[in-house]
Each structure stands twice: as structure tokens, then as C-alpha cells.
T-cell receptor
Framework: DTGVSQDPRHKITKRGQNVTFRCDPI?????LYWYRQTLGQGPEFLTY????????KSRLLSDRFSAERPKGSFSTLEIQRTEQGDSAMYLC???????????FGDGTRLSIL | AQTVTQSQPEMSVQEAETVTLSCTYDTSESDYYLFWYKQPPSRQMILVIRQEAYKQQNATENRFSVNFQKAAKSFSLKISDSQLGDAAMYFC?????????????FGGGTRLMVKP
């Protein structure tokens, strides 16, 4: 069990640029979640996948946000035309199917200049 | 929609003492799961303890225990014999047993400081 891995750990970009984050879940986990955490707040759910299927995406913050998990393994979260308000920590978590605990990665901290 | 409230933004405890962190939640569902997660500074969030709503017995994990009051929709975390390594943000989280996605709804967190 190597844990959930996220890359990069920190991303600094200018407003208006596109950014993409990667998440590698624990290998035997078929569920993968994305959350956003702003400073001083608890994480906020964005979207989740079961295998390669994105089963919930209504909580994505705007149409600038999209996520993929093309082969049911790693996932990417893309933010297009970044805005100041996108500055946050983006957390990925994975779990087995069913009422299992979610395991979190270290997160990617996004800073918009 | 479910909501989770942590009314204590910060708590402080002396090393070796006991501290209780509060959490309340609002739901119309009868079956769900509750969690406490710990997030040390600049480190990943880790699960501390979980409670199934259908179980009346309070969960315990070593020095960590919960007081689950279903009727009051209260779920507090007790940390006994506090250690310096317990210093972190603590988040209470709710998960529905009915929603297939099982996404977590988090409270705003409590920052726990441990004094040597």
C-alpha cells in the first residue's frame, strides 16, 4: 500500500492559465474522489469516479472544472482559465467500493498570481 | 442536504490531559456513517475513527473515543492522554449510507493545540 499520490504538490500559475493535477489512487481502490479545501475550511466534495465512470459531477464548481479517469486508474483534474478564487488545496481520495474509509493524498496547493 | 458543524475553531489541551472536540450534524436520513479525520500541518488527512449510525455502541480506537448521540445528532471526539503529535486540524465528516457515491460532507474543522 503506497498510499494516494498527488502531483504536483504545489502549482503557481497566472490568472487565465489552464492547470492540470494528477492523482494516483491506492492500486486496489476502484473509487476515486476529488475535494477542494480553502484556507481554514473543511474539504468540499467536487466529483467522484467508480472505475472509469464519473458518477457524480454536479458539484464541480463551474464548467471550467473537469475531471477524467480514462483507464480506471489515475485521474486528472483540470481547471481552465483559472481565477483568483480557484486558489485552494485540491485533495484526492480513494476507497474500495462500499462503506469503506476514504484514504487521502497530500493534496495539490494551487496559487493564482 | 446534510450539514456538519464544528463550533470550536480552536482548542488547547495540556499534554497527558483529556480533550473533547464537538461536532453536530443535520440530516433526515436514518442510516449513515460519521468520521473524525486528522490533518497535521502540511500533511495528509488520516482517518482517526468511524461510527456507524445503526450501532449504539460508541467507537473507540486506543486513546480516541466518540460520544455518539443519534437523537441529538451529536458526535464528539474524546482524546485521552494527549500527546504532542495529536496537534492538528480535526474534521468531523458525514457520509450517507444511501448515496451510492458515499461522498463525505465535512465540518469546518477544529485546530487542536497541545501544550507541553
Amino acid at each position: 500500500d503506497t498510499g494516494v499520490s498527488q502531483d504536483p504538490r504545489h502549482k503557481i500559475t497566472k490568472r487565465g492559465q489552464n492547470v492540470t493535477f494528477r492523482c494516483d489512487p491506492i492500486s486496489e481502490h476502484n473509487r476515486l474522489y476529488w475535494y477542494r479545501q480553502t484556507l481554514g475550511q473543511g474539504p468540499e466534495f467536487l466529483t467522484y469516479f467508480q472505475n472509469e465512470a464519473q458518477l457524480e459531477k454536479s458539484r464541480l464548481l463551474s464548467d471550467r472544472f473537469s475531471a477524467e479517469r480514462p483507464k480506471g486508474s489515475f485521474s486528472t483534474l483540470e481547471i481552465q482559465r483559472t481565477e483568483q478564487g480557484d486558489s485552494a488545496m485540491y485533495l484526492c481520495a480513494s476507497s474500495m467500493e462500499g462503506p469503506r474509509a476514504q484514504h487521502f493524498g497530500d493534496g495539490t496547493r494551487l496559487s493564482i498570481l | 442536504a446534510q450539514t456538519v458543524t464544528q463550533s470550536q475553531p480552536e482548542m488547547s489541551v495540556q499534554e497527558a490531559e483529556t480533550v473533547t472536540l464537538s461536532c453536530t450534524y443535520d440530516t433526515s436520513e436514518s442510516d449513515y456513517y460519521l468520521f473524525w479525520y486528522k490533518q497535521p500541518p502540511s500533511r495528509q488527512m488520516i482517518l482517526v475513527i468511524r461510527q456507524e449510525a445503526y450501532k449504539q455502541q460508541n467507537a473507540t480506537e486506543n486513546r480516541f473515543s466518540v460520544n455518539f448521540q443519534k437523537a441529538a445528532k451529536s458526535f464528539s471526539l474524546k482524546i485521552s492522554d494527549s500527546q504532542l503529535g495529536d496537534a492538528a486540524m480535526y474534521f468531523c465528516a458525514y457520509r450517507s449510507a444511501y448515496n451510492a457515491g458515499n461522498m463525505l460532507t465535512f465540518g469546518g474543522g477544529t485546530r487542536l493545540m497541545v501544550k507541553p
